[in-house]
């Protein structure tokens, strides 16, 4: 595998989120009603200055920290967390969460993070786990933790 990944994962990677771009509003119907899984709303202020973008993600749950990431490299919402530092999670059931992002260097803790995509709802569960060796060279994963606001919390992770 080069240094850019295995060109079949980015392929089928980029594939696998057009199509989940193209069914997002029937995907957040389902979800604002009944949840998916580990499936939350992530939302970053854009690196342009005006708004922000609104992606579903799914929050992984490794080492007693939380993670969200992206299996084929940079994308424009992790671009937008990168430059943010901090975002807002919303869930299903209305909470929300004020998180800092660190974007994670290829260590231990994103390896261990990567070997936790199994948590992720199917398909997504299996993509991850036959496209590990390809995320292993381009995936981008942040460590979420708690954002104080005005020196109070809004809400804590569910």
Known sequence: MSEHGSRFWH?????QYR??????????????RFGIG??????VARRIGSGSRSRLVGLLHAQGRIYVGHPNG????????NAAGAGVVHYHNGATWL?????????????????????H???GNLMYRLG???????????????????????????
Do not use: K
């Not at 940079?74 to 967390?81: A, F, K, Y």
């Not at 994670?104 to 936790?116: K, N, T, Y």
């Not at 460590?143 to 569910?158: F, H, K, Y």
């Open 121 to 123: 709802p199917f398909p």
């Open 19 to 32: 199509i989940l771009a193209l069914i997002d509003p029937l995907v957040r119907v389902v979800w604002r």
């Open 99 to 119: 998180f800092e992002a660190t974007q994670l260097p290829h260590d231990a803790e994103r390896e261990a993070v990567i070997r936790s995509t199994g948590q």
């Open 74 to 81: 940079d994308v424009g919402w992790t671009r937008d967390l």
């Open 38 to 43: 580990n499936v939350v709303d992530l939302e």
């Open 132 to 158: 590990r060796g390809h995320i292993r060279v381009v995936g981008v994963f942040f460590r979420l933790t708690d954002r104080q606001a005005a020196g109070d919390s809004e809400g804590a992770p569910v």
């Open 11 to 15: 392929a089928a990677y980029r594939y």
